[in-house]
C-alpha cells in the first residue's frame, strides 16, 4: 500500500500524537469518562491513520506480523488475571473490587475499575490494529 | 427535541433503503455511513456521550477498512436470478404464491400477539425495571467509579465485559485464520 500526497502525511504527522494522546487520556480516565473501549478504538485510529497516510512500508512489515496479536492476548490476559485474583483477595468473590475505593472523582479512586479499563483498552486497540493489518498484510503478499 | 430525532432518523431509514437499492458497492457503504453517523447524533440527543464516543471512532474505523475491501473489488453486486429451472418448467409464479401465502399468515400470527401483549404492558414511558432505579441510586457509593456507566460496566457487570472482550478476541482470531490461510502456501 502506498502512502498519500505530503499534504496528508504532514497533517497527519501533526495530528497523529494528539490523536493517540486523547485515546491514552481516555483510558486512563476510564472511571470518570467513557471508558477503555472507547479509548482503545481512539488508539488503534491513530495507527490505522498512519499506516494509510504513510504506506505500510514505514512498519516494515513481515508476512507474520505478529507484535500487535501479541499484545491483544496479553490485554485479555491481564483482565482475566485481574478478575481471577478477586477470588484469592479479600471477599473471595469473582470480579469483586478488592482494591480501596478511594474520593469518588479522583484520578486515583474506584479500586480495581481503572486496571480493568487499561486491559479492555489494550485489548480493543491491538484487536482492531490486527484486523486492520491482517487485511494490510493479505492485499500485499497474497492478492500481489 | 424529538422532531429533531425522528428527522435524523428519517434520513437514517432512507440510507439504508438507499444502500439496499444501490448500483455501486461504495455508494451503498457510504449510504451505510449515514446510518452510522445518524445513530451518533441520535445518541447525542439522548445524552450518552459515552456511546456516542464509542459509535463515531468504531463506525469510522469499520467504514475506512470496508472501503479498503471495497476499492480493491470489481464495485459490484452480484446478480443471481431467483428462477428455478427443473425440466425446462419455470417455478416463479409457484414460489410467489408460496411466499405470499406465508406472509399473510405470519403477519397475521404475529398481529394476534402483538395485541394480546400491548394491553398487558405498561404505558410509555414508565418503565418496569426495578434493576436500574437501584444502580442509579447507590452504583456510585458502591463502586466508587464517578461514571456510572463504567462502574455498572466493570464492577455489577463484569462477566458482560468479560463476554465482549472475548468476543472481540475470537473475531481476530477468526480473521487471522481465514487470511493467513492462504498466505502461508
Known amino acids: 500500500m502506498n502512502g498519500m500526497t505530503p499534504i496528508v502525511k504532514k497533517v497527519t504527522q501533526l495530528i497523529v500524537g494528539l490523536i493517540f494522546l486523547y485515546g491514552i487520556y481516555i483510558i486512563t480516565h476510564g472511571h470518570l469518562t467513557p471508558g477503555g473501549f472507547a479509548g482503545g478504538a481512539v488508539v488503534a485510529g491513530s495507527f490505522v491513520l498512519l499506516v494509510l497516510a504513510y504506506g505500510s512500508n514505514i512498519l516494515k512489515l513481515k508476512k507474520r506480523e505478529e507484535g500487535s496479536s501479541v499484545v491483544e492476548s496479553l490485554g485479555i490476559l491481564l483482565f482475566t488475571v485481574l478478575a481471577f485474583a478477586a477470588i484469592f483477595i479479600g471477599t473471595k468473590v469473582f470480579f469483586a473490587n478488592y482494591l480501596p475505593k478511594g474520593v469518588i472523582g479522583e484520578l486515583i479512586s474506584a479500586g480495581v475499575i481503572p486496571l480493568y479499563n487499561i486491559a479492555v483498552g489494550i485489548e480493543v486497540a491491538a484487536a482492531l490494529f490486527t484486523i486492520f493489518l491482517a487485511l494490510v498484510i493479505y492485499k500485499e503478499e497474497v492478492l500481489k | ?185
Do not use: W
Request: charged share 15%; with cysteine; aromatic share 10%.
Open chain 2, 1 to 185: 427535541m424529538e422532531i429533531v430525532l425522528s428527522i435524523v432518523i428519517v434520513f437514517m431509514i432512507l440510507g439504508a433503503i438507499y444502500a439496499l437499492y444501490a448500483k455501486d458497492l461504495l455508494s451503498a457503504l457510504i449510504s451505510c455511513g449515514i446510518v452510522g453517523y445518524g445513530l451518533v447524533i441520535c445518541f447525542l440527543l439522548l445524552q450518552a456521550p459515552d456511546l456516542a464516543i464509542v459509535q463515531i471512532v468504531v463506525e469510522t474505523i469499520t467504514l475506512v477498512i470496508m472501503v479498503a475491501v471495497v476499492l480493491n473489488s470489481t464495485r459490484e453486486e452480484l446478480k443471481e436470478k431467483a428462477v428455478v429451472n427443473i425440466d425446462g418448467v419455470s417455478y416463479v409464479h409457484q414460489r410467489y404464491i408460496v411466499n405470499v401465502i406465508l406472509v399473510v399468515v405470519f403477519a397475521l400470527f404475529l398481529l394476534y400477539f402483538f395485541k394480546e401483549s400491548i394491553f398487558t404492558l405498561d404505558h410509555f414511558g414508565e418503565h418496569v425495571t426495578r434493576m436500574s432505579t437501584a444502580y442509579i441510586e447507590k452504583a456510585a457509593e458502591q463502586t466508587g467509579s464517578a461514571n456510572l456507566v463504567t462502574g455498572i460496566l466493570f464492577d455489577f457487570r463484569g462477566y458482560d465485559t468479560l463476554g465482549e472482550a472475548t468476543i472481540l478476541f475470537t473475531a481476530v482470531i477468526g480473521i487471522l485464520t481465514i487470511l493467513r490461510a492462504k498466505g502461508k502456501k
